[in-house]
C-alpha cells in the first residue's frame, strides 16, 4: 500500500514541475490553449523599374502604365551610372550613339575603340547619295570611300553647303566649277551671277531687255534670246 502511494505522489509532483507556471491573474488553461506563434514571413525586397512616364515598380519587359519597353542602362563619361534618358542625371550630357569599329568591335560609346584603340572614324557621304559611312565603302552601293571629301558648293537657289553633282533643295546641278569667276572686291569661286561676298554682279556681264541681269554667256539664261550686238 505505501508503495502505490508513493508512486502516486511522485507522478503528481512530476507532473506539477512540467507544468508551465502561469503569471499572477491568468488562469492555467488559458496558456495552454494559446496557439504557437507563425514563423515571421520575410519582407519581399523592393522590385521593378522606373518608366520615363512616372509608373514605378514595373517588373516585366513593358511599362504597366504606358506599354513603352524597358529603358536599357547607359553610363556616362563622367562617372554617373545607370541612366535611362536621353541625357545623363549627373551632367546632362546627351547618350551617345554607339558605333562600330572596322576592326570588327560593334557598340563603342567611347572616341575610341574598345576593341583595338583606334578613334572613332568620321563619318563621310556617298555621291550615290548614301550619307554616314564609316566604314572604307559605301554600305548602300559598295564604292569606296574617295580619297577626299568632294568641295561643298551653294546652290542658287539658296541650298548651301552641297556634296554631290545635284542640289539636295531644288535637284539643280552643280554649277560648271571651271566658269567661277573671281569678284575684284577679293572674293574667289564664285559660280553664280553675282558675288557671295559683296553682291556685285560678274564683270563683262550683259542685262537682257526682258529683265534678266548679270548674264555671262551669249545668250540670256531666263528668256533665250542673244546677246545683243555691241
Known sequence: ???ILNTLASGV???????PTA?????PSAIAAQP???PAV?????AGWGCPCGHKGNTGKFCSGCGKPQPVLWDCSCGYKGNTGKFCSGCGKPQPVPWDCPCGYKGNTG????GCGKPQPVPWDCPCGHKGNTGKFCADCGKPQPDSQPAAWDCPCGCKGNT???CAECGKPQPDLSASWDCPCGCKGNTNKFCAECGKPQPNSWDCSCGCKGNTNNFCAECGKPKPAA
Do not use: H
Open 1 to 3: 500500500m505505501a508503495k
Open 13 to 19: 509532483l512530476n507532473t506539477a514541475l512540467n507544468r
Open 23 to 27: 503569471p499572477i491573474g491568468v488562469q
Open 36 to 38: 504557437a506563434a507563425a
Open 42 to 46: 520575410p519582407a519581399a525586397a523592393a
Open 111 to 114: 572616341k575610341f575603340c574598345s
Open 164 to 166: 554631290n553633282k545635284f
